[in-house]
């Protein structure tokens, strides 16, 4: 049995590509696996066909690392200039995908001998560790999607009791990169908009109230004086830096790739060269800045490796609407559509916002190439589609990318990255549909309980919402429903 087995996924693997597979065990030899692909075939059939033949590949890699332990982890290893000389953008998405499901292992660097070997509470900045692998976490939707109430992280505690920590729910990773993009591209506006102003008020020798709307989205105003000063008082939303971090249930990151060390360290105790050498040891450890977490591994995720799953999360696709077919619930769509501006839903979870540049840049820290992609031609799909009439590029996120108060009930019990308890960034709603639970830590189980669970800013927005019959309730959850990720058949 075992032997057809065998032959089965030779062959399936045979027909499906190259006969890499063929080819001897190298012992650190960094090789791309088709493992995941960014495209997406238009037939059923054809796609059926690729989940087949990805599968037969996942399983020719098994048999691999189980002839030679460690050939999975070190065909994702390549250094940082083959990522560009040998490898396509394709690749980076298969191999970033491999570490992203990969179990990381004690050998690899899982850990550290200062942490306990796993845990649920979080030791302050230290993390866990709590899980073997990212995917463990963000599965629900497909690959890199959300994770169930089960899989909520606990940070910052005490590392021994529940209220003692920070508890989040798993957020999807779809369209990432898109996120970055705006969040830059809004950032690069803000800083040129108030830099402007500054030489203004000085040149002038004039005071200057600055209102700053940016993409249609209100940040409140700087009062700059005539010397130069900047008042930051009444800025809304935004830190005073004036950059755009649309990442993290806070809004705490700008970066998919600060993100992705961050969680590599205190989810997996797996700490990249770079991260090792220059974070705090309150984040790494109190060890040589070679083996800051003392577990005896040294570099336990290679720069080429942060690059391949940022890069992975980065090219993720892009959710979509997809109304009912049924001409009954049809209308109740179109009708949930207008109810979520008219109930001032679309105020701070703006439908859409508009970007310009589509190239997500990887700039390298250590003297390395630097990768580029264009996110409309190397996403996975689907892609982003400019408007068809006026080539205008926009982001359907849902999010004003700001931050709001949301009221007592939902407050935390601390602040949080200089945030306050009750401050959360607007969460994007685009492919809600596949991301339940709801809410920072997952406590709704359904839209309509996280709806009713809004406050402070949101407070009218919800009560008008609560205030109506029954019956009139089901075209917003209706519409809500239709914000979902692409069709796709199980992963993973
Ligand atoms: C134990 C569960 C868990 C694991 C494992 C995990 N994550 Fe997360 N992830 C979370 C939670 C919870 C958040 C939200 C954190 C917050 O807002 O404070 C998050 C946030 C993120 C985000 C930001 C998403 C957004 O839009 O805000 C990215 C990107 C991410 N994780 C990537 C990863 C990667 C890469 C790995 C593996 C190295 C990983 N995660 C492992 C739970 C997990
Ligand atoms: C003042 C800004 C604001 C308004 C108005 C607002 N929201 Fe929100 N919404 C937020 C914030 C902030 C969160 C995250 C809160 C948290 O996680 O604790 C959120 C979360 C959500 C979530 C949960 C998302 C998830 O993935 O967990 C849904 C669903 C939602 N809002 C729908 C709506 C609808 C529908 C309306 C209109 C009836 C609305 N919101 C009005 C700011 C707003």
């Given at each position: ?60 890699l ?8 460690g050939f ?51 030791l ?62 809004m ?15 000085r ?16 940040f ?25 971090r ?20 205190v ?17 790494v450890?109190?060890?040589?800045t ?97 408007d ?8 359907p ?41 709801y ?54």
């Open positions: 049995m075992r032997h057809l087995v065998l032959l089965l996924a030779a062959v399936t693997v045979g027909c499906a590509t190259d006969d890499a597979a063929d080819e001897p065990l190298q012992s650190s030899e960094a090789r791309s696996f088709p493992v995941f692909s960014p495209s997406r075939p238009d037939t059923s059939a054809a796609q059926g066909l690729q989940a087949l033949q990805q599968d037969a590949w996942r399983r020719e098994r048999f691999m690392d189980a002839a030679d332990p999975a982890f070190r065909s994702v290893r390549p250094t940082y200039g083959e990522l560009e000389d040998r490898f396509s953008p394709e690749d980076w998405f298969s191999m970033g995908g491999q570490l992203f499901t990969m179990n990381f292992t004690e050998a690899q660097g899982f850990g550290g001998s200062d942490l306990p070997s796993m845990s649920r509470f979080h302050g900045q230290r993390g866990g560790p709590d899980a073997r692998r990212c995917s463990a976490c963000h599965w629900r939707g497909g690959l890199a999607g959300a994770g169930d109430a089960a899989d909520n992280a606990f940070f910052r505690g005490d590392g021994e009791t529940e209220s003692t920590a920070l508890v989040r729910n798993p957020p999807p990773l779809f369209g990432a990169g898109w996120k970055q993009r705006l969040g830059e591209e950032t690069a506006e803000l800083q040129f908009r108030r830099d402007d102003a500054i030489a203004f008020a040149a002038r020798g004039e005071d200057v109230r600055l209102h700053l709307e940016v993409r249609g989205v209100s409140g105003f700087l009062s700059i004086s005539r010397d130069g000063t900047v008042d930051d008082t009444d800025l809304e939303g935004i830190d005073a830096d004036l950059i755009v649309p990442f993290g249930w806070k809004g705490a990151f700008a970066d998919l790739r600060d993100v992705v060390e961050d969680a590599s360290n989810h997996h105790g797996m700490q990249s060269s770079w991260f090792a050498a220059n974070e705090d040891p309150a984040r450890g109190e060890g040589p070679n083996d800051p977490d003392q577990d005896g591994v040294e570099d336990e995720l290679s720069d080429a490796q942060v690059a391949l799953m940022t890069m992975f999360a980065a090219m993720q696709d892009v959710p979509v609407e997809l109304p009912p077919s049924g001409s009954g619930l049809l209308l109740l769509y179109a009708r949930g559509r207008q109810d979520f501006t008219t109930l001032g839903c679309a105020e701070c979870h703006v439908p859409s916002i508009e970007i310009e540049d589509a190239h997500y840049n990887l700039i390298s820290r250590t003297g390395g190439p630097d990768l580029s992609i264009n996110l409309l031609e190397a996403g996975a799909q689907p892609r982003l589609q400019p068809v009439i006026t080539g205008e590029l926009r982001v996120l849902y999010s004003d990318l700001k931050r709001h108060a949301m009221g007592d009930e939902l407050a935390e019990p601390r602040d949080d990255a200089g945030v306050a308890a009750d401050v959360f960034l607007t969460t994007p709603l685009w492919g809600i549909a596949r991301s339940r639970p809410l920072h830590d997952g406590r709704a189980p359904t839209l309509e309980d996280a709806i009713v669970l809004h406050g402070g800013e949101a407070q009218a927005s919800r009560d008008a919402f609560v205030a109506l019959p029954e019956d009139d309730r089901a075209p917003l959850r209706v519409f809500l429903t239709s914000l979902t990720r692409g069709e796709r058949l199980a992963s993973p």
